[in-house]
């Protein structure tokens, strides 16, 4: 740990199966918890500013985290750490990729400040309910990819969401996107419990947009100009949907959307291969807005 170069004490404690190791200076403190085989199950940090790469990767055992003057996170951090329940990073601005990938018991994470995360951020937890990510802006790759609890999400900066974002996530039902410009491919792909989403700013949605959605009722999407392939595939709920700045559709616009009945849109504008394909199903009515 290169901020303890001049360490004034050093505790260790045992009582039970476990061990406690208690390292002071003027910098701060640092609190290592240890099991009967060694392995770390509590951390505390007081003075680290920086994670390098691969920080407590495949780390089984560590479930309670706390480092209140981390800014920075390296490649891999807590990659694979399948216990860790509770993580507080009050000031981390950047995190690069594959951050918590893999931790399978993530319940608590608390990052007011960040700004900046890259590819496979939290992809594969299966416990997380909440996050709010206040600060962000842009979203990589595989960001949430196959979370399996999710429930809410508050992203009120983002403008930028990049392929597999929040795909195969079973429950969420709360999200908002107040400023969201651009959204990458299969975003909310299988998403099973979203009904309503409200996006007033976005322009480009590439290919599978909430396809299979099983519950969405109310979708606003009202300066949308490109919609990619796939676009609401099998959506099981919606009956209506007015798109009036769309410009270019993609293939497969609603396909097997039953229940939808109402199509409202500029079509005399719209480029898409699939125009017959509209105009030909009995069971969409196309409003052409004047």
Not at 33 to 57: A, M, P, Q, R
Not at 63 to 74: A, D, H, N, R
Not at 100 to 116: C, G, H, K, S
Request: glycine share 4%; no cysteine.
């Amino acid at each position: 740990m290169d901020d303890f170069n001049n360490i004034d004490t050093v505790e260790i404690k045992k009582q039970d199966n476990e061990k406690t190791t208690l390292i002071k200076n003027s910098s701060g403190d640092i609190f290592v918890k240890l099991d009967k085989n060694n392995k770390i199950i509590s951390y505390v940090n007081n003075t680290i500013e920086k994670l390098g790469s691969n920080f407590l990767s495949f780390n089984t055992s560590i479930s309670e985290l706390y480092l209140p003057k981390v800014k920075t996170i390296g490649r891999k951090v807590f990659i694979n750490n399948n216990k860790l329940r509770r993580l507080s990073l009050p000031e981390v601005e950047t995190i690069d990729s594959s951050f918590l990938r893999y931790n399978q018991d993530m319940e608590e994470l608390y990052m007011p400040r960040v700004q900046i995360i890259k590819f496979g951020f939290l992809g594969f937890n299966r416990k997380l309910k909440k996050l709010s990510l206040p600060e962000v802006e842009e979203i990589a790759v595989d960001f949430l990819k196959e979370n399996q609890d999710i429930e809410e999400l508050y992203l009120p900066k983002v403008r930028i969401i990049h392929a597999n974002v929040l795909s195969d996530n079973k429950k969420l039902k709360k999200l908002s996107l107040p400023e969201m410009e651009t959204i990458g491919d299969n975003f909310l792909e299988k998403n099973e419990d979203i009904e309503e989403l409200y996006m007033p700013k976005v322009r480009i949605i590439y290919s599978n947009f909430l396809a299979s959605n099983r519950k969405l009722k109310k979708l606003s999407l009202p300066e949308v100009k490109e919609i990619g392939n796939g676009f609401l595939a099998s959506n099981r709920k919606l009956k209506k949907i007015s798109l009036p700045e769309v410009r270019k559709i993609g293939n497969d616009f609603l396909l097997k959307s039953n229940l939808l009945t109402k199509i409202k849109f500029y079509l005399q504008f719209v480029r898409s291969d699939t125009d017959s394909d509209i105009l030909d199903n009995k069971k969409n009515k196309v409003m052409v807005k004047k």
